[in-house]
């Protein structure tokens, strides 16, 4: 499935940026995701819930931000936990 390739992309992202850090604890992964694109949010949200099942993610949370225009969706930032 698409979701689930572009989620693994993502979350190989996420790993190298959290590995710069100190493998500091994630506490926020923002995605934009287009409005006029071909995935519901939901249906995203669920395949992300799948895809961090028993990683170092799983309690992160996931914000999708609306965007008009743009990819399908599109890794923007990761936010660690303070401390």
């Not at 409005?35 to 939901?42: H, I, Q, S, V």
């Not at 931000?65 to 990819?71: A, D, L, N, R, S």
């Amino acid at each position: 499935m698409h979701e689930t390739g572009l989620i693994k992309n993502m979350l190989e992202a996420v790993r190298r940026v959290q590995e710069e850090h100190g493998g500091r604890k994630i506490a926020v992964i923002t995605v934009e995701m287009s409005a006029f694109g071909g995935w519901d949010e939901e249906h995203f949200r669920e395949h992300f819930r799948q895809a961090v099942r028993g990683t170092p993610w799983q309690d992160a949370g996931l914000d999708i931000k609306k965007v008009m225009i743009g990819p399908e969706a599109k890794l923007t930032s990761v936010t660690f936990e303070l401390g």
